[in-house]
């Protein structure tokens, strides 16, 4: 089984995808950090984002692993736990360097398919449903309105003891929407078929719950 959760930044598609990948024993493809962790190693090697060599021998050689433990959901990366290299501004403000290429997300579409095709997989970014996998068992559009979602953010960053203002996340908010939406490659859109869940006024355990529903009733159809 193939489920994607698609939608815009903040509206708690990881933290959902990951519940449901636990309750139904599938493995979690975490999308985002496929583009951070070819973001990190361009980085880490000294490179250019724009040697389209180094990037491709970078995704052939990928050893990407999505771990669930008591740390939480980690990033194993050639058999290293990088999952706090990859939350680094320097990651963060450059990752678009790889995502708004079209070659480079050319390039990730084999690599994300062939990661389902053994057992399926739960995964969560903004063109899972209508490009990776347009053919997914279960499609969900996950969202929320720009204040809710920066609500949620900016709670995040103050309880990690982050620097900020709510005025200043939704800002950031409203600015990401935008440039998803209207860029050329893979924008942000609701995918054919999905099921929308407005998630303003609905706690984790409730969204889930509601997409668990839907695999449920897939089950019987």
């Known amino acids: 089984m193939i489920i994607t959760i698609d939608g815009p930044a903040g509206a708690g598609k990881s933290t959902v995808a990951r519940r449901i ?26 490179g250019r984002f724009e040697d389209r060599e180094l990037v491709r021998r ?30 680094e501004p320097r990651v963060a403000s450059q990752v678009h360097r790889i995502a708004s290429v079209p070659e480079y ?8 398919r ?6 399926g997989c739960v995964t969560d970014g903004r063109d899972m449903g209508s490009v990776i996998f347009p053919h997914a ?32 996340v939704l800002a950031d908010i409203r600015a990401r929407d935008e440039r998803d939406r209207c860029r ?26 509601r997409i668990l529903a839907l695999v449920s009733k897939s089950e019987k159809a």
């Open 58 to 87: 970078i995704i052939d050689d990928l050893d990407i692993r999505f771990v669930e433990n008591e740390r939480g959901s980690r990033v194993i990366l050639s058999g290293v736990d990088v999952t706090r290299e990859l939350q």
């Open 105 to 112: 997300r050319e390039m990730l579409i084999d690599v994300q």
């Open 21 to 46: 990948a636990k309750e139904l024993s599938l493995p979690y493809l975490n999308s985002g950090a496929l583009y951070r962790a070819i973001t990190w190693r361009v980085l880490a090697e000294g």
């Open 137 to 168: 068992d279960i499609k969900v559009y996950l969202d929320a309105s720009p204040e809710e979602r920066a609500r949620r953010r900016f709670l995040e960053l103050d309880a990690g003891g982050g620097a900020g203002t709510y005025d200043g």
């Open 114 to 119: 062939a990661f389902a095709r053994e057992e």
């Open 184 to 209: 050329e490659v893979a924008p942000l859109c609701v995918p054919p078929g999905a099921v929308v869940i407005e998630s303003d006024g609905l706690s984790i355990d409730e969204v889930v719950a």
